[in-house]
């Protein structure tokens, strides 16, 4: 419990040893969503997410491609324990009053730029849940 409460803190996901891939593979298992629409949330075409979620591919998300993988999975490790798949689905997709009205979807654009207000979010739902 106490290693669960140091890597929120800490901003750390339980994915950190985990390879990219294997992050795109979680996302679609978790998110229950279609390809095509992972890939819209992760700014790619239905094709690349295939080769990624693919055993015989070796293709794997690069530069913005890994950030924005790598972010996404952080997040949705944050919501996964208060949200269903569709409420996780729904928190990237609606308009945030603390992100002046954008989505935080429209923010993955730029994942570095916007990475530590999206966990804190992410993070502050979680802890919103337990209070």
């Known amino acids: 419990m106490r290693q ?3 890597d929120v803190v800490e901003g750390r996901s ?11 593979r979680w ?5 229950h969503v279609p390809q ?14 295939q080769r990624w979620l693919s055993t015989t591919d070796q293709a794997e ?15 949705v490790n944050h919501l996964r324990h ?10 990237f997709e609606s308009p945030h009053p603390d992100l002046k009205g954008e989505t935080p979807a429209s923010l993955l654009k730029e994942p570095t730029e916007h990475a530590g207000a999206l966990i804190r979010l992410a993070s502050g739902a979680r802890s919103h849940a337990a209070s």
Do not use: C, S
């Not at 996302?27 to 998110?31: E, F, G, H, V």
């Not at 095509?36 to 997410?49: D, K, P, S, V």
């Open 82 to 91: 208060v949200m269903t798949a569709q409420g996780v689905i729904y928190w």
């Open 36 to 49: 095509a629409e992972l890939a819209e949330l992760l700014f790619t075409n239905q094709r690349q997410i």
């Open 61 to 75: 998300p690069r530069g913005d491609d890994a950030w924005r993988v790598d972010l996404v999975a952080r997040i």
């Open 4 to 6: 669960a409460v140091r």
């Open 27 to 31: 996302l679609a298992n978790i998110l």
């Open 14 to 24: 339980v994915h950190d040893d985990v390879e990219l891939k294997d992050r795109v």
